[in-house]
């Protein structure tokens, strides 16, 4: 189930309140200087013009940036990339790439850009954290995309909160390649040096579960969930990358505020990026798609991304 915290709904109603205001006095502008020009009445005296300017140029500027997020910013995907240095590893490195919240929908968008992408970067494993699908008719055009994806020593990926609810009994990641984890550990080897990906399908914050099994200190643990409200119960527990999605880095941020809203417990704590919460690194990657409809089908300063860490020797 989806919680909007208190902070989420007052930035909310402040972004549609300010929205309103704008909107609402340009229209009223424009609407008091058509009737005007109906009855054959001059405009308003130069003196008053400035401000009537200032909000003309307000609301040309809100326009642009609309179209900006509606049309650019969706289909312009940003590619991490992050070293991290371990002492775990001994001779070699592995490329690990993270894919997170494709929402294949009726149209493509981000697809094929994200196989020439992937693809490009050799990756050695590729991992997705879930929300794939947003519309029944995009299932084979997401399988087809996730099958062409190379990665010599696997792909893995969990299920999200969509395929936990509205796709269930689709099987989103059959035939694909992806090895889906729930609460098992895949131990991929390179050469000496070895690294266990874990894996946890969606669930809701509210239930008590355990997430992960015991983990072997010597090895580097991946572990791969929907979003980042279990980073605190992994945290010291023998993870050391936490990889997730879901927030979409707020798909629309403002800014000095950024993400207007996360659907995270933890608000705006972990709204993308990395952060270091004890000995474990947590990634929130923005994903790729865009929230399923009614869900505002804009970014906004959180552009689509593909994250890359190359996980190396100390």
Same mark, same amino acid.
């Given at each position: 189930? &989806?919680?909007?915290?208190?902070?989420?709904?007052?930035? %909310?109603?402040?972004?549609?309140?300010?929205?309103?205001?704008?909107?609402?006095?340009?229209?009223?502008?424009?609407?008091?200087?058509? $009737?005007?020009?109906?009855?054959?009445?001059?405009?308003?005296?130069?003196?008053?013009?400035?401000?009537?300017?200032? %909000?003309?140029?307000?609301?040309?500027?809100?326009?642009? @940036?609309?179209?900006?997020?509606?049309?650019?910013?969706?289909? $312009?995907?940003?590619?991490?990339?992050?070293? !991290?240095?371990?002492?775990?590893?001994?001779?070699?490195?592995?490329?690990?790439?993270? &894919? =997170?919240?494709?929402? @294949?929908?009726?149209?493509?968008?981000?697809?094929?850009?994200?196989?020439? !992408?992937?693809?490009? %970067?050799?990756? /050695?494993?590729?991992?997705?954290?879930?929300?794939?699908?947003?519309?029944?008719?995009?299932?084979?055009?997401?399988? /087809?995309?996730?099958?062409?994806?190379?990665?010599?020593?696997?792909?893995?990926?969990?299920?999200?909160?969509?395929?936990?609810?509205?796709?269930?009994?689709?099987?989103?990641?059959?035939?694909?390649?992806?090895?889906?984890?729930?609460?098992?550990?895949?131990?991929?080897?390179?050469?000496?040096?070895?690294?266990?990906? =874990?894996?946890?399908?969606?669930?809701?914050?509210?239930?008590? !579960?355990?997430?992960?099994?015991?983990?072997?200190?010597? $090895?580097?643990?991946?572990?791969?969930?929907?979003? *980042?409200?279990?980073?605190?119960?992994?945290?010291?527990?023998?993870?050391?990358?936490?990889? @997730?999605?879901?927030?979409?880095?707020?798909?629309?941020?403002? *800014? $000095?505020?950024?993400? %207007?809203?996360?659907? =995270?417990?933890?608000?705006?704590?972990?709204?993308?990026?990395?952060?270091?919460?004890?000995?474990?690194?947590?990634?929130?990657?923005?994903?790729?798609?865009?929230?399923?409809?009614?869900?505002?089908?804009?970014?906004?300063?959180?552009?689509?991304?593909?994250?890359?860490?190359? !996980?190396?020797?100390?």
């Amino acid at each position: 189930m &989806i919680t909007f915290s208190l902070r989420e709904v007052v930035s %909310l109603l402040l972004f549609a309140s300010v929205l309103l205001v704008v909107y609402g006095f340009e229209a009223l502008l424009l609407t008091r200087y058509a $009737w005007s020009r109906m009855r054959g009445r001059p405009g308003k005296p130069v003196a008053h013009r400035g401000p009537r300017l200032a %909000l003309h140029v307000l609301t040309a500027v809100g326009a642009l @940036c609309i179209l900006y997020g509606y049309f650019i910013e969706p289909n $312009w995907v940003e590619v991490q990339v992050m070293a !991290i240095p371990t002492p775990k590893l001994k001779s070699t490195g592995f490329r690990v790439v993270h &894919i =997170s919240d494709l929402h @294949c929908d009726k149209r493509p968008r981000n697809e094929e850009t994200m196989v020439r !992408i992937v693809n490009g %970067l050799k990756p /050695d494993l590729i991992v997705a954290t879930g929300d794939y699908l947003n519309h029944r008719s995009a299932l084979p055009r997401l399988k /087809d995309v996730l099958s062409r994806l190379d990665a010599p020593l696997g792909k893995f990926g969990v299920a999200g909160n969509l395929e936990m609810g509205h796709w269930q009994r689709l099987g989103v990641l059959q035939g694909t390649g992806f090895r889906q984890l729930h609460r098992e550990t895949a131990i991929v080897t390179k050469g000496e040096d070895r690294i266990a990906i =874990s894996g946890l399908d969606f669930i809701r914050s509210d239930i008590a !579960i355990d997430p992960v099994e015991a983990l072997p200190d010597d $090895w580097f643990n991946v572990f791969l969930f929907h979003t *980042p409200d279990l980073i605190e119960d992994v945290s010291g527990r023998g993870v050391d990358l936490y990889l @997730c999605g879901h927030t979409h880095g707020g798909q629309v941020t403002l *800014p $000095w505020y950024g993400a %207007l809203i996360t659907f =995270s417990k933890f608000g705006k704590k972990y709204e993308s990026g990395l952060y270091r919460v004890g000995e474990t690194m947590l990634y929130v990657n923005r994903g790729l798609g865009l929230e399923m409809r009614p869900g505002p089908q804009v970014r906004f300063r959180a552009r689509p991304e593909i994250a890359v860490f190359d !996980i190396l020797p100390e």
